[in-house]
């Protein structure tokens, strides 16, 4: 596709529930990167790949927080059993290589009521 | 423990004026040192990127500097208008990972 895109662009989920998040990243970018941005903060890195691995998952929150990528292409960040403190925006990047500008998606919204 | 530290505060400058922001950063050992601009409700957009090699990097009306020694980069706009008016974010890349490290980001308000 043209850009990074993401879906949903916004999810409300109950406290308790497991939500999905998806990344389909530009085509032919080999790394895919996961960051998590709370109202008026800074891009907090959660976790990136490098074609289908995971080289440093060291940002992930708690065990809650799963993520895969198949095909060295689209992504997947789970989190389970949501919690109210994970409401926050999640951005998904994609680069050329590990060593190039990131692209970002739109980000998707997540409201845990 | 590292660090990438970027102002907290907002910088509120004239129209015309040249705006400085500053990215400080500690316990890295960057390769590479990216600038980052974000609207409300949008992504980062990439602006420059600077290699550890080099001193200073311009695109139009961007400059970026980087002092290894001072563990710092400098990112100035030059003649800066309203619609400049984001926040800015810096990130590192190290040389032995590919991982991507924002700074907290300054916000920057350009005043007509």
């Known amino acids: 596709g043209a850009g990074v895109s993401q879906s949903p662009s916004n999810k409300v989920t109950e406290k308790g529930k497991d939500v999905e998040l998806r990344c389909d990243p530009i085509s032919g970018h080999t790394a895919l990167y996961w960051y998590r941005q709370s109202l008026g903060q800074g891009l907090e890195f959660l976790i990136y790949f490098q074609g289908n691995s995971a080289p440093d998952k060291s940002g992930l929150p708690s065990d809650r927080f799963s993520a895969e990528r198949t095909g060295g292409s689209v992504s997947t960040l789970t989190i389970q059993r949501t919690q109210q403190e994970d409401s926050a925006v999640y951005l998904c990047?994609?680069?050329?290589?590990?060593?190039?500008?990131?692209?970002f998606g739109q980000g998707t919204r997540l409201t845990v009521v | 423990s590292q660090k990438i530290e970027q102002n907290s505060e907002a910088l509120n400058i004239q129209e015309g004026k040249t705006a400085t922001l500053t990215c400080n950063y500690t316990?890295?050992?960057?390769?590479?040192l990216q600038w980052y601009r974000q609207d409300p409700g949008r992504g980062p957009v990439f602006l420059l990127l600077i290699r550890e090699n080099e001193k200073e990097k311009r695109k139009e009306r961007l400059k970026v500097t980087f002092d290894t020694t001072l563990k710092q980069s400098l990112f100035h706009i030059t003649a800066s208008q309203p619609a400049d008016s984001a926040t800015y974010l810096c990130?590192?890349?190290?040389?032995?990972?590919?991982?991507?490290?924002f700074g907290t980001g300054t916000r920057l308000q350009v005043f007509p």
């Open positions: 316990n890295y050992s960057p390769a590479y």
């Open positions: 990130a590192l890349r190290s040389y032995n990972t590919d991982k991507l490290i």
């Open positions: 990047a994609s680069s050329l290589g590990g060593k190039g500008m990131a692209f």
